[in-house]
């Protein structure tokens, strides 16, 4: 297999250039501290960016499944609502509850954040584009995306309000769950790639996504780690630590002004990191998209920057996402642990026996 | 045996029943919407004939009316919202006629129940789709249906 395509958009050489060109000029470790604070300074502000674009597309996504036109008055198309109502919740004033557990109160947004951040940091966005890339990649992922069932649940108990409580309690007990079935789906791909590492699964698709390559085993994997993506993200029918007509607004209630915010954009962009992880996964990465045998559409699709495939097949799966929650109603407590105990959980255990069978077979690719 | 086919049912069935459900949604998505971009479309809006905006006296081309001022419709209104004014004239052959002087409607006070269209022998009011119907001060709300210098149609 050529995949001498794969040098062609390739971002490593730029940066090693940048990283020589300052560590000829200073001392490495100062080298570094700039470094890093450039990239968090740019993983910070593509957060933001993308908050705003998820909750355009989510506005705009939910009025269209009824009927309606959505955000049509700031700007053309409503463009500019996001960011008028990004500035209003910016000058909103942050309000300090008198019996709440002050500390643990005004720490929870920041811990939800920081784990919607660290998540974010592992998407590879593009060859040589990826901030964080470990070798146990995938292990890091599935810990720091569980920090924030942390938060989310430190912000329930802090507020000293039943409802927040009840919402946290909810929510502690179906993320719990689900992480689960997400690690079943994760290993299930590690045992077919072969590596844990996020950048070697994405190189491992170059001659073919997973979804292809896995064929049944890899479908199902897909289809569990859709449901419980969405419940780990606490969307869709599985929003029920924040439901609005029994719990106001879960265990977020007591939040305001930008505290309020962090938990409105770590729900937004944990949206975007499920559909981003789903695409790297199952999806390709930024692999483009090939068919084998025909070579001119293969060269066209090369010719597509990765960034473009990653983004492209990102906000795909977060219509879908979309798609799901603005279908489905809202489900029980007791129906969600019973959909992840005694369906998503046996079904994948056995989908990964059937992922070892088939690889030692020789039956995927 | 039993219960184990049902599990099997039951989550085949479940997802069946979500597929369905997302095609309906689908379908929607991808249908013309309903919502209207009022001050933008008021040249295409389209309000339905039965719409009640305000009452009207409709006149034709010789400012002509079909009100005969029996007052039927001042006495089905329930808010006082019409007053008819009307003289009596004595025609040639001597006999005596009433014909409407002013007919003073209030939109202010009117709640659009149709009883007077209902009411009217004559069919000499209506109600139009105007419904633009916001003013600065109340008394700009009382209006005279009756133009002008005009007549009542004769048969």
Not at chain 1, 207 to 212: E, K, L, S, T
Not at chain 2, 112 to 140: G, K, M, W
Request: hydrophobic share 50%; with cysteine.
């Amino acid at each position: 297999m050529d995949n001498s395509f794969l040098d062609y958009y390739n971002i490593a050489p730029v940066t090693s250039w940048i990283n020589d060109l300052l560590c000829s000029i200073m001392p490495q470790g100062f080298a570094y501290l700039i470094e890093g604070l450039v990239i968090a300074v740019a993983l910070i502000l593509a957060y933001a960016v993308f908050a705003i674009i998820l909750i355009y597309m989510e506005r705009k996504v939910c009025a269209f499944f009824q009927l309606r036109l959505g955000p049509m008055r700031v700007g053309k198309w409503g463009l500019l609502q996001v960011f008028a109502d990004v500035f209003k919740i910016l000058i909103k004033e942050i309000i300090r509850l008198k019996n709440a557990d002050n500390l643990l109160y005004e720490l929870a947004p920041y811990v939800v954040i920081l784990a919607s951040i660290l998540t974010f940091s592992c998407l590879p966005w593009h060859k040589g584009l990826q901030v964080i890339d470990y070798n146990i990649g995938v292990f890091f992922l599935l810990a720091v995306s569980s920090i924030e069932v942390v938060g989310i649940i430190l912000a329930g108990w802090s507020s000293r309000n039943k409802y927040s409580l009840i919402g946290a309690m909810r929510s502690g007990a179906m993320m719990i769950s689900y992480e689960l079935s997400l690690g079943m789906v994760m290993l299930t791909m590690v045992v077919m790639t072969g590596t844990m590492s996020i950048s070697g699964i994405v190189e491992s698709q170059a001659n073919g996504w997973n979804i292809f390559k896995g064929h049944i085993p890899a479908v199902i994997a897909f289809i569990i780690y859709l449901i419980a993506g969405n419940a780990e993200a606490n969307r869709g029918p599985f929003d029920l630590s924040e439901a609005e007509q029994e719990l106001t607004a879960g265990y977020h209630t007591e939040y305001s002004g930008m505290h309020f915010g962090f938990f409105y954009l770590a729900e937004y962009l944990n949206l975007f990191i499920v559909a981003g992880i789903a695409t790297t996964i199952f999806l390709g990465g930024w692999m483009p998209f090939h068919v084998s045998g025909l070579d001119g559409f293969n060269a066209i699709m090369d010719y597509v920057p990765g960034i473009i495939w990653f983004l492209g097949k990102t906000f795909f799966i977060v219509f879908v996402l979309m798609w799901i929650k603005w279908t489905f109603p809202r489900l029980r407590i007791d129906q969600v642990l019973r959909l992840e105990w005694k369906y998503l959980l046996p079904l994948g255990m056995l989908n990964l026996l059937l992922m070892a069978i088939l690889k030692v077979t020789g039956l995927v690719f | 045996m039993n219960k184990f086919n049902k599990y099997f049912k039951d989550a085949f069935a479940g997802l069946w029943s979500l597929l369905i459900g997302m095609r309906t949604t689908m379908k929607i998505f991808l249908r013309a919407k309903l919502t209207e971009q009022y001050p933008e479309n008021r040249d295409t809006l389209q309000i339905s004939e039965r719409f009640r905006g305000e009452l009207v006296m409709p006149h034709d081309e010789n400012n002509q009316h079909k009100c005969v001022g029996c007052g039927l419709c001042q006495i089905a209104c329930p808010n006082d919202t019409i007053e008819v004014i009307t003289a009596t004239e004595t025609d040639a052959e001597g006999k005596k006629k009433r014909y409407l002087v002013k007919y003073e409607y209030d939109l202010g006070s009117c709640m659009f129940c149709q009883l007077c269209v209902n009411a009217c022998p004559h069919d000499a009011i209506e109600f139009s789709n105007h419904f633009e119907n916001a003013v600065y001060n109340r008394e700009t709300l009382v209006r005279q249906l009756n133009h002008e210098g005009s007549s009542l149609k004769s048969k």
